[in-house]
């Protein structure tokens, strides 16, 4: 797995964090407007040191490639999950669906109970939660520094659906909700 840094972090605490960026848009301004592109709610889930399961509640994850199959997942470099992610080599990202709200928020909060969550296991043993929507199972292949994330990239050794019948979760403008039925584009629109 490559390591690599591609914009070292601000210092903690800087008055202006944005200067030593090199850029002049502050990061709360940046993270408000951010709010404003609706995205997914995940849990990604790797194991600690014990083998038991550590996660944390993320929307920033994307498809990367089809071929081979490989995702992108940004983790803060101060998160105290990081550590097990990269120590285990492996992740299993849970895409939520609307009813699972509670779950999305104890695990951003640091108090999800993990023995009263339902799990299985797929290829790498990572835990996936068995009433998500859809998870993907995944190695990590790469593993970048940029600003104060980390951008792991992960090879899907497997994925499937648990649930098609249910709303997935959103997140937009802080607030969660789901996505609106489809529309019908006219022909030439």
């Not at 490559?2 to 972090?9: A, E, K, L, S």
């Not at 997942?73 to 992740?91: H, P, Y």
């Not at 990239?153 to 659906?161: E, H, M, P, S, T």
């Amino acid at each position: 797995m490559r390591h690599q840094t591609i914009h070292p972090p601000a210092e903690p605490g800087t008055l202006n964090e944005a200067e030593v960026r090199g850029t002049a848009v502050p990061p709360a301004e940046f993270r408000s407007v951010m709010s404003a592109y609706t995205t997914g709610v995940c849990i990604a889930c790797s194991l600690d040191e014990d083998g038991a399961p550590s996660g944390l509640t993320v929307n920033s994850f994307t498809s990367v490639s089809l071929v081979p199959p490989i995702v992108s997942l940004c983790i803060g470099l101060g998160s105290r999950t990081l550590m097990d992610f990269r120590r285990a080599g492996v992740f299993a990202v849970n895409i939520l669906a609307v009813d699972q709200i509670p779950l999305a928020q104890a695990c951003a909060a640091r108090e999800l109970n993990w023995e009263e969550v339902a799990l299985t296991t797929w290829e790498t043993r990572a835990p996936i939660i068995s009433r998500a929507v859809a998870a993907l199972d995944c190695r990590i292949v790469a593993d970048h520094e940029a600003g104060d994330h980390a951008i792991l990239l992960g090879q899907a050794a497997k994925v499937g659906w648990l649930r098609r019948d249910v709303a997935v979760l959103t997140y937009h403008r802080g607030r969660y909700g789901t996505a609106p039925p489809e529309l019908e584009i006219p022909p030439g629109a």
